[in-house]
């Protein structure tokens, strides 16, 4: 690929990227509003549509203020380490044949790290604001994450065993003749339920808990570095629901339409039913969290990976 | 019958082991039954052990039976080998048949102690020990039992331990015996480098093939061993232990300290007569000391108050017989008068422990008299005794075990005029002495009244003894042991007789016919002066205590004031100052550890890189 | 894939060991020195898998591995002492911790 | 690649020369966060992508974040940094610096000196299915040994948690 060719595909991507984030924000507030039986934004422009932008109008124009007694360094670097993480991440997502910016053969594995590194930007948020209740948002966010970190690693071993591969696209390639949602379907439920962790998505979202934790580490936060943390949570759930379709939904394999646009579509399903999932589940206790990733998240992983493995064993 | 041999040394060190684990639980019926029986089996299996040997034919009655190696190092291999021949018998019958009977008379004797199921578990271990002595084949299993009866010596001593006393003489005779045994193990050594075998034969046929006569290897092995016998015999000059040993039980004095351990010695002599053989100025010592000792024990015996301290003192002196027999090379008369002996010995203990338990623990020879009409059975059976110890002639065994002895000196192929005169004298101070302690105890007025007479089991006993030992010349063992006959002319050995004789006599007419002249006798200042220095043994007792004693607990004394703590001292503050310098590096500190550490790693590369 | 020559890993690796070094010995906060030890560790699997890229051998990161699960328990355990003392002394002070001097 | 390597080698240094000399432990924690990143391109330059990712998986991502936890839960903040700029007074440095330049020296002394030996060879990638097979074939002692390793520290980790809180209770009484 050609450097100019990488350079339209990387602003291609942040832009699809942003807009959809922002997209999602009024597809979430109306979404909710319906589920919640209620109209939700609906006054900028039609249905609301434009509301993200007017949001976007706002939040510039508020006042950025760094509290006094945080430190300033790490208060200011956290958000950015929250969304550029994630955005960093999409640069091995491959929503076409060839449409990767970095088609790393470990791109899997440059996920994993990738998120990994996300914990920092919550955890150093909230140790940063020097406010009790954002520590404690981010000592659960930094717990919560980094053991469901382990949860997904497994859960995504099985489709390297399937795959034989890092590589999303093979990873894609290898879904021409089923899905992976099938024959790993134990670890596409553990996965789902690690990204939601790690996405800090209701039912997970004790981080930010607003009615214990007032707002978690980011109650701090305001102007632009709020809404870095905002539009970060949105990108995340793009991401990962681009993540699951490439890993278990067959990426953009279809017929009939281009690949982009099976990819698209198919992330678009799981966005929404993300969106479902927090309108319908409560949120559980911070204990609950834990005791369901190690008790019940763990054991089902490493099962499901030596259940596969002696399968293909089989096969062979 | 003969296979029967291992039983003989087994039987008592079963009861031994018996006693010694099952004691509390053992009543006193139980307890004389295991500790009398396990002596009276071995009597039994020795007499069936002697059927045996009687029926191999004369020459070369040997048996020996092996029960096992002991100790297998290079060359030497030490077994645990029982040998059997004319003078283990003989020495085997004495102490079974010595040893039954002490321990019968005990069982009656001790009955009112409250250590006595401890008693016979020590008395069961020393028959064993005993008779693991004599009948050893080998040298080093004879050290064993040598060294077992020493133990069972020093128990028995101490046997009343509560007394201070008693504790401090049970130690003496631990010690002063034991450098006579030091010695002997030395000898045992040089005899093992020499020879390169521990075999009692074997080791005495190499020595006859390998040492010329009077060669100085001999002489010096001759004269360790001699050394080891002169401390377990009570001989010039390791004596002064066994007056004081007297402080443990009679049936203990009687059966160790006069009839069997203190004789081990000339057991030793005897068994090793083929070494003395080879070394002519040994057997001489030997003599010499043994005249020394029969002149020096009878003259104390003669001041002696204490009943049981004239025996002791008797005995060294009849030992000192044996010696000065040994010394000339007459071995089967040293081993007859052990015999006699020992019957008359043990006799006259036994019988001077039922007077003295009549009495009421009296030991004082002067608050005794008139016992004869009041203890007859005692006075007739200590009357046998005493005419054997004094030798009265004809009728009496000691007369001509005695007479041989007296004949050896003067005749023998090492005799001498000297030792025989010393002989001589001595059997004349002997007949005094005896006849003193009979007359003072048994004569006369009484002072005090017996409270008890003696029961079944003693009575037994001391009839049994009394009639050996008047039976006389038939105990004589040489038929059966071998080796030169000595033919003295009739003059000497009339004069011996008459010596003694005429001891008795003197006896008679100082202590029964004109008590005054001998208390005369006893206050001149001559007299006084002569009393005071027999009565604590020639004063060996005192010399010790300056030479030995006194100056070991100065240096002692010195030691605790630092003197030999000294270079320990410097040591240890050397060490502390070590210690303080080294733990100065032990900082706790993690990065000075670290620091350590990572200046360590440099040096090494660059050791490897700088090499 | 244009070559980088296995000698200048090594010399990163030894320059990242020496500030690791640096830092074990002048840190005094506990919290430091551990991670100066993170430091060297992670100097030494630099080594290593310098040493596997000369060889194209997988063993280098075969011992980064190694590295990585001592690393971890060391750690571990190293943060809950640290936590411990912090608790029963209120310091982070290595040198305060030092009742096991001579 | 050559490029990557040569800017992660100079971002490692530096980031790892600003952790040692941070008074900040969240900052220095930071810098080391990012010296690993940085040694993680280098892996990925050498030629061992699973290795770089492990690096940063784990070390970075799970390791690192251990340090998070203690900083956050010791919250040391102002009091802490006034602390560290006692213990770190220039004067400090002059012994360790001096010995760790001293080590420094000789290992490039070895290096340059052994430079022959080490030379040649251009990276090739060794990818994750021929490291799995080296874990688990000739070096599956080691891996198990690791394991157990592993469990050891877990188990030490959680007693002397538990003995925090028994000591905690005894505070109580």
Same mark, same amino acid.
């Given at each position: 690929?050609?450097?100019?060719?990488?350079?339209?595909?990387?602003?291609?991507?942040?832009?699809?990227?942003?807009?959809?984030?922002?997209?999602?924000?009024?597809?979430?507030?109306?979404?909710?509003?319906?589920?919640?039986?209620?109209?939700?934004?609906?006054?900028?422009?039609?249905?609301?549509?434009?509301?993200?932008?007017?949001?976007?109008?706002?939040?510039?124009?508020?006042?950025?203020?760094?509290?006094?007694?945080?430190?300033?360094?790490?208060?200011?670097?956290?958000?950015?380490?929250?969304?550029?993480?994630?955005?960093?991440?999409?640069?091995?997502?491959?929503?076409?044949?060839?449409?990767?910016?970095?088609?790393?053969?470990?791109?899997?594995?440059?996920?994993?790290?990738?998120?990994?590194?996300?914990?920092?930007?919550?955890?150093?948020?909230?140790?940063?604001?020097?406010?009790?209740?954002?520590?404690?948002?981010?000592?659960?966010?930094?717990?919560?994450?980094?053991?469901?970190?382990?949860?997904?690693?497994?859960?995504?071993?099985?489709?390297?065993?399937?795959?034989?591969?890092?590589?999303?696209?093979?990873?894609?390639?290898?879904?021409?003749?089923?899905?992976?949602?099938?024959?790993?379907?134990?670890?596409?439920?553990?996965?789902?339920?690690?990204?939601?962790?790690?996405?800090?998505?209701?039912?997970?979202?004790?981080?930010?808990?607003?009615?214990?934790?007032?707002?978690?580490?980011?109650?701090?936060?305001?102007?632009?570095?709020?809404?870095?943390?905002?539009?970060?949570?949105?990108?995340?759930?793009?991401?990962?629901?681009?993540?699951?379709?490439?890993?278990?939904?067959?990426?953009?394999?279809?017929?009939?339409?281009?690949?982009?646009?099976?990819?698209?579509?198919?992330?678009?399903?799981?966005?929404?039913?993300?969106?479902?999932?927090?309108?319908?589940?409560?949120?559980?206790?911070?204990?609950?969290?834990?005791?369901?990733?190690?008790?019940?998240?763990?054991?089902?992983?490493?099962?499901?990976?030596?259940?596969?493995?002696?399968?293909?064993?089989?096969?062979? | 019958?003969?296979?029967?041999?291992?039983?003989?040394? +087994?039987?008592?060190?079963?009861?031994?082991?018996?006693?010694?684990?099952?004691?509390?639980?053992?009543?006193?019926?139980?307890?004389?039954?295991?500790?009398?029986?396990?002596?009276?089996?071995?009597?039994?299996?020795?007499?069936?052990?002697?059927?045996?040997?009687?029926?191999?034919?004369?020459?070369?009655?040997? =048996?020996?039976?092996?029960?096992?190696?002991?100790?297998?190092?290079?060359?030497?291999?030490?077994?645990?080998?029982?040998?059997?021949?004319?003078?283990?018998?003989? %020495?085997?019958?004495?102490?079974?048949?010595?040893?039954?009977?002490?321990?019968?008379?005990?069982?009656?004797?001790?009955?009112?102690?409250?250590? =006595?199921?401890?008693?016979?578990?020590?008395?069961?271990?020393?028959?064993?020990?005993?008779?693991?002595?004599?009948?050893?084949?080998?040298?080093?299993?004879?050290?064993?039992?040598?060294?077992?009866?020493?133990?069972?010596?020093?128990?028995?001593?101490?046997?009343?331990?509560?007394?201070?006393?008693?504790?401090?003489? /049970?130690?003496?005779?631990?010690?002063?015996?034991?450098?006579?045994?030091?010695?002997?193990?030395?000898?045992?050594?040089?005899?093992?480098?020499?020879?390169?075998?521990?075999?009692?034969?074997?080791?005495?046929?190499?020595?006859?093939?390998?040492?010329?006569?009077?060669?100085?290897?001999?002489?010096?092995?001759?004269?360790?061993?001699?050394?080891?016998?002169?401390?377990?015999?009570?001989?010039?000059? +390791?004596?002064?232990?066994?007056?004081?040993?007297?402080?443990?039980?009679?049936?203990?004095?009687?059966?160790?300290?006069?009839?069997?351990?203190?004789?081990?010695?000339?057991?030793?002599?005897?068994? %090793?007569?083929?070494?003395?053989?080879?070394?002519?100025?040994?057997?001489?010592?030997?003599?010499?000391?043994?005249?020394?000792?029969?002149? +020096?024990?009878?003259?104390?015996?003669?001041?002696?108050?204490?009943?049981?301290?004239?025996?002791? =003192?008797?005995?060294?002196?009849?030992?000192?017989?044996?010696?000065?027999?040994?010394?000339?090379?007459?071995?089967? $008369?040293?081993?007859?008068?052990?015999?006699?002996?020992?019957?008359?010995?043990?006799?006259?203990?036994?019988?001077?422990?039922?007077?003295?338990?009549?009495?009421?623990?009296?030991?004082?020879?002067?608050? %005794?008299?008139?016992?004869?009409?009041?203890?007859?059975?005692?006075?007739?059976?200590?009357?046998?005794?005493?005419?054997? +110890?004094?030798?009265?002639?004809?009728?009496?065994?000691?007369?001509?075990?005695?007479?041989?002895?007296?004949?050896?000196?003067?005749?023998?192929?090492?005799?001498?005029?000297?030792?025989?005169?010393?002989?001589?004298?001595?059997?004349?101070?002997?007949?005094?002495?005896?006849?003193?302690?009979?007359?003072?105890?048994?004569?006369?007025?009484?002072?005090?009244?017996?409270?008890?007479?003696?029961?079944?089991?003693?009575?037994?006993?001391?009839?049994?003894?009394?009639?050996?030992?008047?039976?006389?010349?038939?105990?004589?063992?040489?038929?059966?042991?071998?080796?030169?006959?000595?033919?003295?002319?009739?003059?000497?050995?009339? $004069?011996?007789?008459?010596?003694?004789?005429?001891?008795?006599?003197?006896?008679?007419?100082?202590?029964?016919?004109?008590?005054?002249?001998?208390?005369?006798?006893?206050?001149?200042?001559?007299?006084?002066?002569?009393?005071?220095?027999?009565?604590?043994?020639?004063?060996?007792?005192?010399?010790?205590?300056?030479?030995?004693?006194?100056?070991?607990?100065?240096?002692?004394?010195?030691?605790?004031?630092?003197?030999?703590?000294?270079?320990?001292?410097?040591?240890?503050?050397?060490?502390?100052?070590?210690?303080?310098?080294?733990?100065?590096?032990?900082?706790?500190?993690?990065?000075?550890?670290?620091?350590?550490?990572?200046?360590?790693?440099?040096?090494?590369? /660059?050791?490897?890189?700088?090499? | 894939?244009?070559?980088?020559?296995?000698?200048?890993?090594?010399?990163?690796?030894?320059?990242?060991?020496?500030?690791?070094?640096?830092?074990?010995?002048?840190?005094?906060?506990?919290?430091?020195?551990?991670?100066?030890?993170?430091?060297?560790?992670?100097?030494?699997?630099?080594?290593?898998?310098?040493?596997?890229?000369?060889?194209?051998?997988?063993?280098?990161?075969?011992?980064?591995?190694?590295?990585?699960?001592?690393?971890?328990?060391?750690?571990?355990?190293?943060?809950?002492?640290?936590?411990?003392?912090?608790?029963?002394?209120?310091?982070?002070?290595?040198?305060?911790?030092?009742?096991?001097?001579? | 690649?050559?490029?990557?390597?040569?800017?992660?080698?100079?971002?490692?240094?530096?980031?790892?020369?600003?952790?040692?000399?941070?008074?900040?432990?969240?900052?220095?924690?930071?810098?080391?966060?990012?010296?690993?990143?940085?040694?993680?391109?280098?892996?990925?330059?050498?030629?061992?992508?699973?290795?770089?990712?492990?690096?940063?998986?784990?070390?970075?991502?799970?390791?690192?974040?251990?340090?998070?936890?203690?900083?956050?839960?010791?919250?040391?903040?102002?009091?802490?940094?006034?602390?560290?700029?006692?213990?770190?007074?220039?004067?400090?440095?002059?012994?360790?610096?001096?010995?760790?330049?001293?080590?420094?020296?000789?290992?490039?002394?070895?290096?340059?000196?052994?430079?022959?030996?080490?030379?040649?060879?251009?990276?090739?990638?060794?990818?994750?299915?021929?490291?799995?097979?080296?874990?688990?074939?000739?070096?599956?002692?080691?891996?198990?040994?690791?394991?157990?390793?592993?469990?050891?520290?877990?188990?030490?980790?959680?007693?002397?948690?538990?003995?925090?809180?028994?000591?905690?209770?005894?505070?109580?009484?």
């Amino acid at each position: 690929m050609s450097p100019a060719g990488t350079i339209v595909l990387i602003l291609g991507t942040l832009i699809g990227v942003l807009s959809a984030a922002a997209l999602l924000i009024w597809v979430e507030r109306r979404g909710l509003a319906l589920l919640q039986d209620r109209l939700g934004p609906n006054r900028v422009g039609p249905l609301g549509l434009v509301q993200p932008l007017a949001d976007m109008v706002k939040i510039m124009l508020k006042e950025d203020w760094i509290p006094p007694q945080a430190d300033r360094a790490v208060f200011v670097l956290a958000p950015m380490l929250v969304l550029g993480g994630t955005l960093a991440t999409f640069a091995v997502v491959a929503a076409g044949p060839g449409l990767a910016i970095a088609d790393l053969n470990v791109g899997l594995l440059a996920f994993l790290a990738l998120s990994s590194l996300g914990v920092y930007g919550v955890a150093l948020a909230g140790w940063s604001s020097n406010n009790k209740y954002s520590l404690l948002g981010s000592l659960r966010a930094a717990s919560q994450m980094v053991s469901y970190e382990v949860f997904m690693g497994l859960a995504l071993g099985g489709v390297v065993l399937m795959a034989g591969s890092f590589n999303l696209t093979e990873i894609v390639e290898a879904q021409r003749w089923v899905w992976f949602c099938v024959p790993q379907a134990a670890g596409l439920a553990i996965f789902l339920v690690a990204a939601l962790a790690e996405t800090r998505r209701l039912p997970f979202d004790l981080p930010e808990a607003e009615n214990e934790l007032v707002a978690g580490y980011h109650s701090e936060y305001s102007g632009m570095k709020f809404a870095m943390f905002f539009v970060g949570e949105y990108v995340g759930i793009t991401l990962i629901a681009a993540l699951v379709t490439t890993f278990y939904l067959g990426g953009w394999l279809g017929p009939w339409l281009p690949p982009v646009a099976w990819f698209v579509a198919k992330t678009a399903v799981v966005v929404c039913g993300f969106i479902v999932l927090r309108a319908a589940l409560p949120r559980p206790r911070f204990d609950q969290v834990t005791a369901l990733g190690w008790r019940v998240c763990l054991p089902l992983a490493i099962v499901n990976l030596l259940v596969t493995g002696g399968v293909l064993l089989a096969l062979e | 019958m003969l296979e029967l041999l291992w039983l003989v040394p +087994l039987a008592p060190l079963g009861g031994f082991l018996i006693l010694a684990v099952a004691r509390a639980r053992l009543g006193r019926r139980a307890v004389a039954t295991v500790g009398v029986g396990s002596a009276g089996v071995a009597l039994a299996a020795a007499g069936a052990v002697a059927a045996g040997f009687f029926a191999l034919p004369a020459a070369g009655r040997v =048996y020996e039976q092996n029960l096992g190696t002991w100790i297998s190092a290079g060359d030497l291999a030490a077994r645990f080998v029982l040998h059997l021949d004319a003078l283990a018998l003989v %020495m085997m019958a004495v102490v079974t048949l010595v040893g039954f009977l002490i321990l019968l008379y005990s069982a009656e004797s001790m009955a009112g102690d409250e250590g =006595y199921a401890r008693f016979f578990c020590y008395m069961n271990l020393f028959v064993a020990s005993m008779l693991v002595l004599v009948l050893a084949g080998d040298l080093l299993l004879l050290y064993l039992g040598w060294e077992g009866v020493g133990l069972c010596s020093y128990l028995l001593i101490g046997f009343w331990y509560r007394e201070p006393a008693n504790a401090r003489a /049970a130690k003496k005779a631990f010690i002063v015996t034991r450098v006579g045994d030091a010695a002997l193990l030395v000898g045992l050594l040089v005899l093992f480098t020499q020879m390169g075998t521990s075999d009692i034969g074997g080791l005495l046929a190499r020595a006859a093939e390998r040492w010329p006569t009077g060669s100085s290897v001999a002489t010096l092995a001759a004269l360790l061993l001699l050394a080891g016998a002169v401390g377990k015999s009570a001989q010039l000059p +390791l004596q002064v232990w066994l007056p004081d040993a007297m402080a443990g039980p009679t049936p203990v004095s009687a059966l160790i300290h006069a009839a069997t351990m203190v004789t081990a010695g000339v057991y030793l002599l005897s068994r %090793m007569h083929g070494l003395f053989a080879l070394a002519p100025a040994a057997a001489t010592v030997t003599a010499v000391i043994g005249a020394a000792t029969l002149l +020096l024990a009878g003259t104390s015996a003669l001041v002696q108050r204490d009943l049981k301290r004239v025996l002791a =003192y008797s005995t060294m002196s009849q030992v000192g017989y044996m010696f000065v027999a040994l010394g000339v090379g007459a071995w089967g $008369a040293a081993i007859f008068h052990f015999v006699t002996h020992a019957v008359f010995k043990s006799l006259l203990f036994l019988a001077a422990g039922a007077v003295i338990a009549a009495l009421g623990e009296e030991h004082d020879l002067f608050k %005794m008299g008139g016992l004869r009409q009041r203890l007859p059975l005692v006075f007739w059976t200590f009357l046998a005794g005493a005419a054997s +110890l004094a030798a009265l002639p004809l009728v009496t065994a000691g007369f001509y075990s005695k007479e041989e002895i007296l004949a050896a000196a003067w005749a023998g192929p090492a005799g001498g005029r000297w030792l025989w005169a010393a002989g001589a004298v001595g059997a004349a101070v002997t007949a005094l002495y005896t006849g003193r302690m009979v007359f003072l105890v048994f004569f006369g007025t009484a002072k005090r009244e017996p409270s008890q007479q003696p029961g079944w089991a003693m009575a037994t006993v001391l009839v049994i003894l009394a009639a050996l030992s008047v039976s006389g010349w038939w105990l004589d063992p040489r038929w059966l042991l071998g080796g030169t006959e000595i033919a003295a002319t009739l003059p000497v050995r009339l $004069a011996g007789t008459a010596a003694a004789l005429a001891g008795i006599v003197l006896a008679w007419y100082f202590y029964l016919r004109r008590p005054a002249l001998a208390a005369r006798v006893a206050q001149s200042r001559a007299g006084a002066a002569l009393g005071r220095w027999w009565i604590g043994g020639w004063g060996f007792d005192w010399l010790y205590n300056f030479i030995f004693v006194r100056p070991y607990v100065w240096l002692t004394q010195l030691g605790r004031d630092e003197l030999l703590d000294g270079p320990f001292r410097t040591l240890g503050r050397t060490l502390d100052l070590a210690h303080a310098g080294m733990s100065w590096t032990v900082t706790g500190r993690v990065r000075w550890y670290a620091a350590a550490l990572a200046a360590g790693a440099i040096a090494a590369i /660059a050791v490897a890189v700088w090499r | 894939m244009n070559s980088v020559s296995p000698e200048s890993g090594l010399v990163v690796a030894a320059v990242l060991f020496a500030l690791g070094l640096g830092g074990v010995l002048a840190r005094r906060n506990m919290l430091f020195v551990l991670m100066s030890i993170e430091i060297m560790l992670n100097a030494a699997a630099l080594a290593m898998i310098t040493a596997g890229a000369r060889h194209h051998a997988a063993d280098g990161q075969v011992m980064f591995m190694f590295i990585l699960a001592t690393a971890a328990a060391e750690v571990a355990v190293g943060l809950a002492i640290v936590l411990l003392i912090y608790r029963r002394r209120r310091t982070l002070d290595v040198d305060e911790a030092r009742e096991m001097r001579g | 690649m050559q490029g990557l390597f040569y800017v992660s080698a100079a971002v490692a240094v530096l980031a790892t020369a600003l952790v040692v000399t941070r008074r900040n432990a969240a900052h220095a924690l930071l810098y080391l966060v990012l010296s690993l990143a940085a040694v993680a391109g280098m892996f990925y330059a050498l030629g061992a992508p699973l290795a770089a990712a492990l690096e940063v998986i784990v070390y970075a991502g799970a390791i690192m974040v251990l340090f998070v936890f203690a900083v956050m839960v010791l919250a040391l903040g102002r009091e802490g940094e006034r602390q560290e700029s006692q213990w770190l007074r220039p004067r400090m440095w002059l012994g360790p610096a001096a010995l760790a330049a001293v080590l420094l020296g000789e290992l490039i002394y070895v290096l340059a000196s052994g430079a022959a030996a080490v030379a040649g060879g251009t990276p090739v990638v060794v990818g994750p299915q021929e490291v799995g097979a080296a874990l688990f074939g000739p070096y599956a002692l080691g891996a198990e040994l690791s394991s157990m390793l592993l469990l050891a520290g877990m188990v030490a980790a959680y007693h002397l948690a538990r003995r925090k809180q028994m000591d905690e209770k005894e505070g109580e009484r």
